[in-house]
């Protein structure tokens, strides 16, 4: 099947440093898009459709795409990236895409677009970064925490994570507590190319969803009431869930990936030392393990309605800064972490309250560990006998 090109002359220029997030969110624009581009320069974009659009299609398409663009890049201003560390000039031996082989040995077993099995090689570099985050959580006395994959909607609401990040949800249901539908469902249940062909009248309404972070447990747990003396450093790692669309490719973007954290409540002093200090600690973890990285500052990916205020307040005030390791195989960089500081929002919005009665403070140290095991294994390729001494060691 041959792809239809269709290409959109952008009403506004898309500034080059905007098109990175106006391509990843054209992802969500229309079904119909199997793949997105903005031009080199910023004038148009390049939509790769399943079939060719007739004149209606294409003029809603188009209005679409333009409502994309313009939302984001009206009034936009260019962000100040701050640099914190930089190590990308690390030197590392390898430069090919590490997922050719992943497939070839069997070592990744794709179930589905951003689902993964993962294998051996995998789950034991896996365990061994996750002991390097332990070790971090330890260093600050975390208390461990294991939170539910699945979260109730209202947590979500109460968080405001449906009007910031609605595109990348991931929803729950179960057949109704009905002994027609279940019925129904034994006998008829069959998958064809849209998925289970059952009607949706035969599924409960959606009152849970799969959970997109780690922390936001912790801070329910801890909501409406004074916080246990005065501040609480906690730890716990979970599979967490984001719909990335057409986005979502190889071991990089997943729609299902495993996140550990490292989460501090408190005072706003405590919580933004106790990230610096993380920060700190970790630069000595990555120069262990070889890993050639920068850290600096970024955002969250907004929806599309809130990206530019949102992403100019986290930039104003040094919310969130990534780790960023190499992929010298695409000459790119691919977060494998991300340092958080989310001032009183969640204190406010969940009235956790200090020893004074001011709302709490919280902040994050997030890694993916999918990303972390692709990025090392992307500078140093499947052959232990080419990786770090302390990684080889550790692992052997
Ligand atoms: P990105 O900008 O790459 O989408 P993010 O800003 O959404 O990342 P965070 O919310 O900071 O990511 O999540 C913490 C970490 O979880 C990221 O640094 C990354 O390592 C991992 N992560 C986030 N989304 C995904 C995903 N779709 N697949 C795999 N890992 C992910
Ligand atoms: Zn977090
Ligand atoms: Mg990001």
Redesign the pocket.
């Known amino acids: 099947m041959s792809a239809e090109i269709l290409e959109i002359v952008s009403t506004l220029p898309i500034p080059e440093y905007l098109s990175g997030e106006v391509q990843?969110k054209l992802a969500y624009v229309d079904e119909a898009i199997l793949q997105a581009q903005v031009t080199p320069g910023g004038e148009r974009i390049r939509l790769s459709l399943a079939a060719a659009p007739d004149s209606e299609q294409r003029s809603r398409l188009e209005d679409k795409v333009q409502r994309v663009v313009a939302s984001m890049v009206k009034g936009a201003i260019k962000l100040k990236v701050q640099v914190l560390e930089d190590h990308l000039d690390r030197p590392v031996p390898y430069a090919l895409d590490p997922m050719e082989a992943l497939l070839a040995r069997k070592e990744v077993n794709p179930e589905a677009v951003?689902i993964f099995a993962v294998g051996p090689l995998l789950s034991r570099l896996i365990q061994f970064f996750e002991g390097l985050f332990l070790e971090l959580a330890d260093s600050f006395d975390a208390a461990p925490y294991r939170f539910p994959t699945l979260i109730p909607a209202r947590y979500l609401e109460r968080v405001n994570y449906f009007r910031a990040f609605p595109h990348?949800l991931s929803f729950v249901t179960h057949l109704r507590t009905d002994l027609d539908a279940i019925d129904h469902f034994a006998q008829h249940a069959a998958c064809d190319e849209h998925g289970l062909n059952e009607p949706l009248t035969s599924f409960a309404g959606i009152e849970t969803l799969l959970s997109?972070?780690v922390c936001y447990h912790l801070y329910f747990a801890l909501a409406d009431q004074p916080l246990p003396g005065g501040q609480v450093v906690a730890t716990a790692v979970g599979t967490?869930f984001?719909y990335?669309a057409i986005?979502?490719t190889s071991?990089?973007?997943?729609?299902?990936?495993?996140?550990r954290?490292v989460i501090f409540v408190g005072a706003k002093d405590f919580v933004l030392q106790s990230r610096e200090i993380a920060r700190q600690r970790m630069a000595a973890v990555f120069e262990k393990i070889g890993l050639a990285y920068r850290v600096e500052s970024?955002?969250?990916?907004f929806f599309i309605g809130e990206f530019r205020k949102q992403a100019a307040f986290q930039s104003a005030f040094q919310l969130?800064f990534?780790?960023r390791a190499r992929l010298p195989f695409k000459e790119s960089t691919?977060?494998?972490?991300?340092y958080?500081y989310h001032q009183d929002f969640f204190g406010r919005q969940l009235n956790i309250t200090l020893p004074d009665g001011s709302p709490a403070h919280t902040g994050c140290v997030?890694?993916?560990?999918?990303?972390?095991a692709f990025a090392f294994l992307a500078q140093y390729g499947l052959e232990p006998s080419g990786w770090p001494e302390f990684v080889r060691q550790a692992l052997a």
């Open positions: 990843s951003g990348s997109p972070a967490c984001r990335e986005n979502l071991l990089e973007r997943l729609w299902n990936f495993t996140m954290e970024a955002n969250d990916p969130k990534e780790i691919l977060a494998v972490g991300s958080n997030a890694f993916g560990l999918e990303r972390m």
